[in-house]
């Protein structure tokens, strides 16, 4: 990417780690959000339903209990023990309160504190008026409870919903509850037409009204056979004592009332319908709860001989129905008992649960879904800078070296794979240091060296040119010197050049190593003498031969005639150099070469440094015991060019050991290598 000198080029967010980190956080955090939300809705709105079926069910039975208890009773004394029974089949806390909300029972514990009640009653118990709280609906259809914010409507006695403007319980009966003995008379009477219509194959059984009055259930829907039917049943039609009392009663209060209200008298049947008069007229009936017909049939198979209740059409049809209505409230006051509030709650005093999905919820839930995702981009921005600022620092430093900038060190700061990256970075930055300054220090050797011979050459040409020095043969033999000097430095640069390049060709052929010592000692014999040095090879007889190698001889003579020529250098006359193989590892697969002299040796802190170019020990570069510097490199690429490795050891004012490991040759001898 082009820039300015300098100027350090920052990826956009989008294309950088740590965008990309941030975008893979948040939506792993969105993912799991939005599972985690979805499995929780899954797996518990099932549980949820059931158990506010479960509670409202439970609910239902309380009210129902409860309005059977008012309607059968005139007062509420007694009541402890069914709230009780109630309060343990439910798991709930059933409290029954006056209007004025005195405790009439509560099944909380007496020793222990009450909690408060709620603000608004669960439902009011008022078997004249079956009705829910305020919200929940209206009628006789609507009698129910309230459970959190959902209303459940409470059946009757006979276990179904009563239509009509009337709200009266059908169990409260009051004055027409028949005493024991009409009771056993009718229900005689009862059981002989249930075995007269048995007989003429007509299935019907007895039920009992809430008063005790017995009717005839007929089962099927075949009113042809029911009017051919010679069963009479006029003795369940024909009203009781009790009732025509009962009924007489009612008639006043509902002809008072009708009087009230301008209009003429009416005469009330046992089932409540009215004549207006003295022939009867088809019934118009009240459609509020009443005392049964002696026999029922499914609605679509009643006989002609019950018709079933029309409408009230005209207004004195309502008026009537109405004084009807406020008649029976009036006369069954006395027998049941007064309205109460009901309250239905969790034994702890809060309201039944339920699950409602309100816009607090929902904030809530928005809310803690933000809150994770926040988290986790937090999280993900603190990893992400964490793991970014150290790769920021290498790049930096990296720029800076392509810059020709001085290599800097970055701060490792964990053990960690981008710490090791770190550590690897400085060691690459250091050893690159190291490089160029021996790239360096080997160009001005390199010049320094040159400039020797070729000073000294041109100065005897120049002194010649001037008549100075003659052309004579000492005068040839000096120029030859240092041209043979030169030539030898130059080779040597060569031979670096292509061992660094690895265009170092090598010609291998099997090799003897007794008989290649044997020549490098023979070559350097007359160097060891003229330096009075003694040179022999270590090879007694009787050892083991030393097992043959797969080298280049000549190449390999040049590693070892080094290696012996720099040791008669450093060695004072007296001295002696020795060489010596033999054979280690399994099966003899490596042959060591030691080179060991009696020399000055090496000081420990310039052992790492000796086979480094242009190294010598002596730094004033003294040509007639220091050489080129380039001798012992060149016998470490060389030996590494036949796979082997150099060492040295060395003792200051004892000697020093030069020792080379050549792998054996094997079965087969390898060919050209480069």
Known sequence: ????????????????????????????????????????????????????????????????????????????DGVGATVDELAETSGRRITLTTQSREIIADSADAPTPAPALPPQASAVVDPLSVTTVPGGGTGADARSVTSGSVTIAAPGADGVQHSGSDRIDPRAVGPFRLPGSERAALRRAAEEAVQCLGRSGIASDVVEAASGRPRIQVVGNDPDRLRESRCSTDALDTPTRTEEKALGALNELVDACLDRQGREGVRLDLDLSWNTAAE??????????????????????????????????????????????????????????????????????????????SPANTAKIIGVAALVLALTVGASVLAGVRLVRPLHALTGAAQRMRDG????????????????????????????????????????????????????????????????????????SSLLEEAVQLQHIIDDLQDLSAADAGALRLHPEPVRIEELLAQVAAAHQAQADASRVGLTTDLPAGREPVPALDADPVRLRQAIGNLVSNAVRHTPAGGRVTLRAYATGDAGAEVVVEVADTGSGIAPEDLPHVFERFWRAEKSRNRRTGGSGLGLAIVRKLVEAHGGTTAVASTVGQGSVFTLRLPAAGPDPIGTAV
């Open 1 to 76: 990417m082009p820039r300015r000198a300098g100027q350090r080029l920052r990826l956009p967010l989008r294309k950088s780690l740590l965008g990309r980190l941030l975008a893979v956080s948040a939506l792993v955090a969105a993912c799991s959000v939005a599972a985690t939300a979805w499995l929780a809705v899954q797996t518990t709105s099932g549980a949820i339903e059931q158990e506010q079926g479960r509670n409202l069910a439970a609910d239902t039975r309380v009210l129902d209990s409860l309005l059977a208890y008012a309607a059968e009773h005139p007062g509420w």
């Open 280 to 357: 009867p007229v088809p019934a118009t009936a009240v459609p509020v709860p009443a005392p049964e017909p002696s026999i029922s049939v499914p609605q679509e198979a009643r006989p002609t001989a019950y018709p079933t209740p029309s409408p009230l059409d005209s207004a004195v049809d309502r008026d009537i129905a109405s004084c009807v209505g406020i008649a029976r409230q009036e006369q069954l006051s006395s027998y049941v008992a007064s309205p109460a509030l009901l309250f239905i709650g969790d034994p702890g005093g809060g309201a039944v649960p339920g699950f409602e999905l």
């Open 405 to 476: 900038e001085e290599p800097s060190q970055v701060v490792v700061a964990a053990d960690n794979e981008i710490g090791r990256l770190a550590a690897a970075f400085n060691d690459m930055s250091a050893h690159r240091s190291r490089l160029e300054e021996q790239r360096k220090v080997m160009v001005s050797d390199v010049a320094h060296e040159l400039r020797t011979p070729l000073s000294n050459i041109r100065g005897w040409l120049e002194g010649a040119q001037d008549g100075i020095a003659e052309a004579d043969a000492t005068f040839v």
